[in-house]
């Protein structure tokens, strides 16, 4: 799949066309945990979002596949990139649904014990990518996570009226009422 789409120039990375580069991870949740300590980790969700749109956009344009398709391809890229094992448990499509598993999440292995789930970036990654694929905008729920106890991390996505807004982890990673 990465066939011509990963470059590498003289001090240049580019994936799919995009620029990128090369982050120690720890360097990344050193820089998230200042962020959470100013109530601000809505910004990288935000910023995850824009991102995973724009990335399966190019992905999808790239290979010329149905969004639906780029679903499992874009599975495979995560686990390759190193976030940690990217699963899909659950999909589905009428519903704008997907329950996602990241096992041996390297944010939150880097990131300690944390009183909430810690894969921000991530989660905002992933609804991005499947607002991109279901044409709506959509919101993530990481409602398990290695960082509070759980074995896994676990990321819902689906439309926003869909989730229980009296539920905490949604009113912290997407009401923003808790912070």
């Not at 989730?163 to 808790?178: A, C, E, G, T, W």
């Amino acid at each position: 799949m990465l066939h011509k789409q990963l470059k590498f120039e003289s001090g240049k990375i580019s994936i799919f066309g995009r620029p990128s580069f090369m982050l120690p991870s720890d360097s990344f949740v050193g820089l998230q945990k200042k962020l959470e300590g100013k109530n601000l980790e809505q910004w990288i969700y935000q910023a995850g979002k824009e991102a995973g749109e724009s990335w399966f956009k190019e992905m999808n344009r790239a290979y010329n596949l149905k969004g639906k398709d780029v679903i499992k391809w874009g599975s495979n890229i995560v686990t390759l990139a190193g976030w940690g094992e990217a699963i899909i448990e659950k999909r589905e499509d009428d519903n704008k649904l997907i329950l996602f598993e990241l096992r041996n999440s390297v944010v939150s292995e880097i990131y300690g014990a944390s009183k909430y789930p810690v894969d921000h970036l991530f989660r905002g990654l992933l609804c991005g990518a499947m607002s991109f694929i279901y044409k709506t905008d959509l919101e993530a729920v990481e409602f398990k996570c290695r960082s509070i106890g759980d074995s896994t991390c676990k990321i819902l996505v689906k439309p926003l009226k869909e989730f229980d807004s009296s539920n905490n982890f949604v009113k912290r990673q997407i009401l923003n009422l808790d912070n």
